[in-house]
């Protein structure tokens, strides 16, 4: 589980791994914390898009972007298809995800607050569609 997760917008790859060491800094992002990012992408793809947890792992999702090892931090950018799910949810259907993947976290013994799942992936599906609007793509930086 990470203790500072900060979603981020970035025109490239290359770009986004210079957060690596202090994160993201002024650029447009949202900061959260105290759950595991690289597994909730994942999930939240599942329950946007479809497909199977451990079929979107075997593809290399999450994309790690850059990665200090030994459990540092690490910069990995969300997937075109999880970023087209958020930017094409209606708002219902993002609360209906938060309250699913809220109940598969306390399933596995990880309690989050469905209210704060609703705002982390609302306030996600808002910076999407930013980065969007200027051809540029989402990350998450996490230690």
């Known amino acids: 589980m990470s203790i ?6 970035a025109p490239d790859d290359a770009s986004a791994a210079l957060a690596l060491q202090t ?4 650029i447009e992002s949202l900061t959260f914390g105290n759950f595991d990012p690289e597994e909730a992408v994942v999930e939240w793809e599942c329950l946007l898009a479809g497909g199977s947890f451990g079929e979107l792992v075997e593809a290399g999702e999450p994309r790690i972007v850059a990665d200090q ?3 540092g931090c690490v910069v990995f950018a969300l997937s075109a298809r999880l970023s087209t799910a958020l ?3 209606e708002r219902s259907q993002l609360r209906d995800i938060a309250i699913s993947w809220a109940a598969q976290r306390a399933e596995d013994g990880e309690a989050i607050d469905t209210e704060i799942a609703d705002g982390i992936l609302s306030d996600l599906a808002t910076l999407v569609g930013s980065a969007r609007r200027r051809s540029q793509g989402v990350y998450c930086w996490a230690a």
Do not use: L, S, T, Y
């Open 4 to 9: 500072i997760v900060e979603f981020f917008v």
């Open 87 to 89: 930017a094409d949810a």
């Open 23 to 26: 994160g993201p800094g002024r």
């Open 69 to 71: 090892g030994d459990g």
